[in-house]
């Protein structure tokens, strides 16, 4: 068989799977705004476990209402939720596909507020430089709670027939605000050196653990460097944490009983360098950001931003910080590699793979034990069978333009990028597939 390396299954401590592609997080807004899930995305994750995945991650699921990043997310933050997550689950392993829930908190960074709480909760009381969202500093007895709310989801995803978890510790959400060093600036246990701002993250491995027990597979996203200041013209500030750091924080999480560590970049999101893009499509944006217009204390000036010249401008400082195009696919393999060598359970990276020789090789060479894609499978669900079949990339591969990103807040998830779709009908047919069948027959 062509990509023998790619077919071999994976055993991880608690779980195994048939092959080394695992469809990453990506989150769309599917679902109803009280957080409970509808038949859309049930239709959504099945395109991929059809597709030949052994793994689907999944999207951004909030453990607490305040941790919504924005309404329409199917949550876990309460048992009445727990026969949605088991229908999708049951969905999924239909096609001998795994299903691992990405417990999550937004804490500052969000995309829209809702109405149940304008504010965020966070490491600090700084706004999210990006957008604007305010936040308020959480205290001692509020971060208790957001622990004990995360091991209720992981006991919530186990009681649903989930096969595991990963906490979305990765791109700047609630986690990384306590992570990082360019973000956490606070005075007490939980913040100044290394050993405290990874106190909080601790907590949550420990309360899952001491919840769902040692059976259990749990995973960690991480972003093993920063690149706080990528975007330094907007003066988001100093670096973040470096590759040392995280390392550091990798072998923590494993001593607590992490399974896994699935790699990824950047402490805001979307970040230059995450999802790395050939372009950023400012006409595309400018469409869909004003969605958000009221959301932030900086999204009307980001809107103006984006018009005209000046879009051009962010266009430009945006592309120089994310690198050549020619350098997406692979972006994470050498911090993977380098974290691969520190711990002793599997790593994930994630980072524009799409072509089946680059995965092998990366498998082959210990850099990683398997891949996770998010935009190459929104383009091409069926990407493993696609290699499988000896092929070694999509006739019709992801032009990683990002469309699909900037479309998301306003419109359903799916690929917008319209060259590869004969017509505009037919991308307009594609991304509409995920209502079919409907909620209601
Ligand atoms: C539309 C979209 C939504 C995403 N949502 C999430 C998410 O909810 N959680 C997460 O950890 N990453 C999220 N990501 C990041 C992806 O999981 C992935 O790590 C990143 O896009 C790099 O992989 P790729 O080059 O294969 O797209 C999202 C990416 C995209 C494009
Ligand atoms: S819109 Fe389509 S081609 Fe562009 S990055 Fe997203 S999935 Fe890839």
């Not at 995945?53 to 699921?61: L, T, Y």
């Not at 939720?81 to 990405?102: L, Y």
């Not at 932030?296 to 010249?309: D, I, K, Q, S, V």
Request: proline share 5%.
């Amino acid at each position: 068989m062509a990509f023998e390396t790619i077919f071999q299954p994976l055993a991880f401590k608690n779980l195994t799977v048939k092959n080394r592609l695992f469809r990453s997080n990506v989150s769309g807004r599917f679902d109803n705004y009280d957080g409970s899930g509808n038949q859309a995305r049930i239709n959504w994750e099945t395109k991929f476990a059809k597709g030949g995945v052994g793994a689907i991650i999944s999207s951004f699921v909030p453990v607490h209402l305040r941790g919504r990043i924005v309404p329409n997310y199917a949550m876990i933050d309460h048992d009445r939720h727990i026969p949605f997550w088991r229908a999708v689950g049951k969905a999924v392993h239909e096609h001998d596909c795994k299903f691992i829930m990405q417990l999550s908190h937004g804490g500052r960074q969000r995309d829209i507020n809702g109405i149940e709480y304008p504010k965020g909760l966070s490491s600090t009381s700084k706004s999210d430089p990006l957008h604007g969202f305010e936040c308020e500093r959480a205290t001692p007895a509020q971060i208790a709670e957001i622990v004990a709310a995360f091991a209720e989801g992981a006991r919530r995803a186990r009681e649903a027939g989930l096969d595991g978890v990963e906490l979305h510790g990765a791109n700047g959400y609630l986690i990384t605000q306590f992570l990082s060093s360019a973000i956490n600036d606070r005075k007490d246990d939980y913040g100044g050196p290394l050993a405290n701002r990874a106190r909080f993250v601790r907590e949550i491995v420990r309360a899952i653990r001491a919840k769902v027990g040692q059976d259990f597979h749990l995973q960690m996203k991480i972003s093993a460097q920063e690149f706080n200041d990528a975007l330094s013209p907007l003066q988001i500030g100093p670096s973040g944490n470096t590759l040392e750091e995280s390392i550091q924080v990798c072998k923590w999480l494993v001593e607590d009983g992490v399974d896994a560590l699935h790699v990824s970049t950047g402490s805001f999101f979307p970040h230059p360098r995450n999802p790395a893009g050939s372009d950023l499509p400012v006409e595309d944006l400018v469409k869909s950001y004003d969605s958000m217009i009221s959301s932030g204390e900086r999204t009307f000036a980001n809107f103006l931003l984006f018009h005209g010249a000046s879009g051009l401008l962010a266009r430009r400082s945006w592309n120089d910080a994310a690198g050549p195009a020619d350098e997406i696919e692979g972006k994470n393999l050498p911090d993977a590699r380098a974290v691969k060598a520190a711990v002793t359970v599997p790593v994930i990276c994630t980072g524009g793979f799409q072509t089946a020789s680059v995965i092998e090789r990366a498998i082959k060479a210990h850099d990683c034990d398997a891949v996770s894609m998010a935009r190459p499978l929104i383009a091409n669900n069926d990407l493993p069978q696609i290699f499988k079949r000896g092929e070694d990339r999509a006739k019709e591969p992801c032009s990683y333009c990002n469309r699909c990103l900037v479309n998301v807040v306003e419109n359903p998830l799916g690929c917008y990028d319209q060259s590869r779709y004969p017509n505009r009908e037919a991308m307009v047919a594609q991304i509409m597939s995920v209502f079919d069948p409907p909620a209601f027959r």
